[in-house]
């Protein structure tokens, strides 16, 4: 009799593990069978700010750029207003605009936030076939010691480009990008970058610049 009893333990207590180790290892199959579920993060696509601008084109150096609705451009007659590639001794053949805001041509103090570009062909006197020696030269030429800090950027898709923010006495005062592009050099500049909405405007217009052929 005790015999039968203990068989019966015994058998109770294999039925009991079998069934256990059964409901384990569904629930480890059910886990590893189910689709594991990521929680996607939405990206937030920054603001393109330029659309809606007027978009400039000149066919004549093969370049084109966007400016703000309410600004307007005209031609630079003084040399010294931009980048100044030639000084005193104003080069003709040197292509010069300014993109501004009527109020910054009318009184700047009121509004300083400008875009110059200049285009150097290879007829110019100041013209070199090396980006860097141009501008080494055009900070000679400068008549007044400054520093600069250089960025290294490809503008346009051209790998001979970089911008720098020059500064005198300590301060910046203009913020200049080169591009030298199928025999031209195109140099972009903004006065007053001691301005962050200067440099901030002058970022997203150089942003812009292409090159569309």
Do not use: C, H
Not at 7 to 34: D, M, P
Not at 55 to 72: A, Q, R, S
Not at 152 to 177: H, K, M, N, W
């Amino acid at each position: 009799m005790k015999n039968n009893q203990k068989g019966s333990a015994s058998f109770a207590l294999i039925a009991v593990i079998v069934v256990l180790v059964a409901i384990g290892g569904y629930f480890a199959w059910s886990n590893k069978t189910q689709p594991v579920i990521q929680e996607s993060i939405p990206t937030q696509i920054p603001k393109d700010e330029t659309v809606g601008w007027k978009t400039y084109t000149n066919e004549e150096y093969g370049f084109e750029l966007k400016y703000p609705l309410d600004w307007i451009y005209k031609p630079l007659d003084d040399a010294d207003e931009g980048a100044g590639i030639d000084g005193a001794e104003t080069d003709s053949s040197i292509y010069r605009l300014r993109f501004a805001s009527q109020t910054f041509f009318e009184d700047r103090r009121k509004d300083n936030k400008n875009f110059t570009i200049e285009v150097v062909p290879q007829e110019s006197k100041f013209y070199n076939r090396n980006l860097r020696e141009f501008v080494n030269s055009l900070t000679a030429r400068g008549g007044f010691k400054t520093s600069f800090k250089e960025t290294r950027l490809i503008i346009a898709g051209a790998d001979d480009s970089f911008t720098r923010d020059e500064s005198f006495d300590g301060q910046s005062f203009r913020i200049v990008s080169f591009v030298k592009k199928d025999g031209n050099i195109y140099v972009m500049s903004a006065g007053f970058s001691d301005s962050p909405t200067v440099v901030e405007m002058y970022s997203k217009i150089l942003s812009t610049f292409k090159f569309p052929k």
